[in-house]
């Protein structure tokens, strides 16, 4: 503590661009509020899909006075009753409404050399996928996966849906801080463990947004992404750093996952977007990827995602 002013010193952890602060995702909100319906898709939700399903639909959305061509088992009795009109219910199917987002909080995902972290760079893309899903009248749930035990938050509507996702995104994120700092000696999971929850908790007919780098993926990765992108449809949120997109020529240093400092030699190459071999990868498997630039802010983060999710 400083004697003179009786200050304390400030929490590394907690300041903007390594901590995913709870009031700064829930304002992310204002940024997808105003999306035109042309960036909708028939759905109403982004990563739409093609076919129509059969049946009418699992929850009810209107009430209204019955017109010629209405299917008559779904006549509602009670305001018919009521009223003397006869009124039938509408429905929509609520699995494809339901988005899933996966947060990679590895320790691979807690670094960055711009601006904010790779992990708060993932929170933030959710967060604004998961605000679009909101306003489009979808249900948004979460699965945070890092060192420790997954934290998971059920999909639900409306505004506190959105925010029990976000309390979720940000103690996920401090646990995971929490517990890099305290060890160097932790081990990402393969990132195909999260999609075997996924697998488990998404509805057929859903959508699935993972926010990751896709560091140490598994070997059963592709197989596991293709078979859910079968059954939901998969999109990669790839978050990448400025320092892996153009690293300046030099010397660096690194702790092995064995926490072992080694050296490794950059020659400053340039790798763009457009040929990222992970999205090349992805893009053959049928799965759409959107890039996430770390280093940009949210405004600009979210207008990215917008024209990837359209």
Do not use: C
């Not at 209204?64 to 199917?93: K, P």
């Not at 506190?160 to 801080?177: C, T």
């Not at 020659?267 to 977007?273: N, V, Y």
């Amino acid at each position: 503590m400083d004697t003179l002013s009786g200050l304390q010193e400030p929490d590394p952890l907690a300041v903007p661009g390594v901590t995913a602060d709870t009031e700064a995702l829930l304002k992310l909100r204002h940024l997808v509020r105003n999306i035109p319906e042309r960036r909708l898709a028939p759905t109403g939700m982004p990563g739409g899909f093609m076919t129509r399903r059969r049946g009418r639909g699992l929850e009810t959305i209107d009430i209204r006075v019955f017109s010629y061509g209405d299917d008559v088992r779904h006549v509602d009795h009670n305001t018919t009753a009521r009223t003397g009109v006869t009124h039938v219910r509408t429905f929509h199917d609520e699995r494809e409404r339901t988005a899933l987002l996966i947060a990679d909080f590895r320790p691979a995902m807690l670094w960055g050399t711009r601006r904010a972290l790779r992990s708060v760079a993932a929170a933030e893309a959710l967060s604004l996928t998961g605000w679009r899903v909101n306003e489009a009248g979808g249900r948004a749930g979460l699965i945070a996966f890092g060192s420790g035990a997954p934290v998971f938050a059920a999909a639900r509507g409306r505004e506190r849906g959105m925010v029990a996702v976000i309390g979720g995104l940000a103690a996920a994120h401090r646990d995971a801080l929490a517990t890099a700092a305290e060890s160097r000696d932790l081990e990402d999971q393969p990132l195909e463990v999260a999609l075997e929850m996924a697998a488990g908790l998404v509805p057929a007919g859903g959508s699935v947004f993972l926010a990751t780098g896709l560091d140490n993926p598994g070997k059963g990765f592709d197989a596991l992404a293709v078979a859910l992108n079968r059954r939901a449809a998969l999109t990669v949120l790839l978050v990448t750093d400025a320092f892996e997109r153009r690293a300046p020529a030099g010397s660096y240093p690194f702790i092995s996952g064995q926490g072992r400092i080694r050296w490794a030699l950059i020659g400053g190459e340039k790798r763009e977007a457009a040929k990222d071999r992970r999205i090349e990868h992805l893009t053959r498997l049928g799965i759409v990827v959107v890039p996430v630039d770390a280093s940009a802010g949210p405004e600009v983060m979210a207008d990215d995602l917008a024209r990837g999710l359209e």
